[in-house]
């Protein structure tokens, strides 16, 4: 029997690339759109559940959003949790936002969560095979951002850009790890969720409790 109280809980936000596009969303509406292509495997969630034992892990992706724009559901998603994993800025690029911009909204979400007592995580950028050559530069140099970010504020930055990146092709998504050249497969999710991901370290514990029925929560991944 698994012991609720003794889970780590876990909020993943994020965008597309969270949600677990093209086959999963958490939004049941999304899911009800994607119809017979729907795997709930297609989350680096699912398989980081999996891996690592005592984690329950909130699936908070919407697909599309810019950094800013997930930073502006943070507080929702965050509420009972005890750590937090941002993703985000490939939709920035995408748009032809400043990385810059992405860079500071992705700071402000680490430090919120900081802030709130949370053990935090920041995912860096995949390659985007769909938008090479002309996105590289701009992913590059959102992701020293992220790094930095990871060093200044003290905490990990999860290799999402590197472990999905062809060796033989830099800048590009291994053919097998991708499934439409913009967001991982489900061997992608998979190795986003057992190699990539670690455990957010420190953040407060708090035991489980019953929630009224009706009340919103976010997926369980």
Do not use: K
């Not at 889970?7 to 086959?23: C, E, F, K, Q, Y």
């Not at 969303?25 to 559940?49: K, T, Y």
């Not at 009972?80 to 939709?91: E, T």
């Not at 850009?161 to 497969?185: C, K, N, Q, V, Y």
Request: aromatic fraction near 6%; include cysteine.
């Amino acid at each position: 029997m698994i012991d609720l109280a003794s889970m780590v809980r876990v909020a993943a936000l994020g965008d597309s690339i969270t949600a677990g596009s093209p086959l999963w969303d958490p939004d049941p509406a999304v899911r009800a759109r994607i119809g017979a292509a729907l795997d709930e495997r297609s989350q680096w969630e699912w398989w980081a559940a999996r891996a690592w034992g005592g984690l329950e892990l909130w699936n908070c992706g919407v697909y599309g959003e810019r950094a800013e724009e997930i930073e502006q559901r943070l507080e929702a998603c965050v509420a009972g949790v005890d750590a937090l994993v941002v993703q985000g800025g490939i939709n920035d690029v995408a748009q032809g936002r400043p990385v810059e911009d992405a860079a500071a909204a992705l700071r402000r979400m680490v430090r919120s969560g900081v802030e709130l007592g949370l053990g935090v995580g920041l995912a860096d950028v995949l390659p985007w095979n769909n938008g090479w050559p002309g996105a590289e530069p701009a992913i590059r140099r959102l992701n020293e951002l992220v790094h930095a970010i990871g060093r200044e504020e003290g905490v990990p930055v999860l290799p999402f850009h590197a472990t999905l990146e062809d060796p033989d092709r830099p800048g590009r998504m291994r053919e097998e790890w991708t499934d439409d050249g913009d967001h991982p497969s489900v061997e992608g999710y998979r190795r986003l969720g057992e190699l990539a991901f670690r455990p957010p370290a420190g953040g407060r514990r708090t035991p489980a409790r019953a929630r009224p029925r009706g009340e919103a929560r976010p997926d369980d991944a």
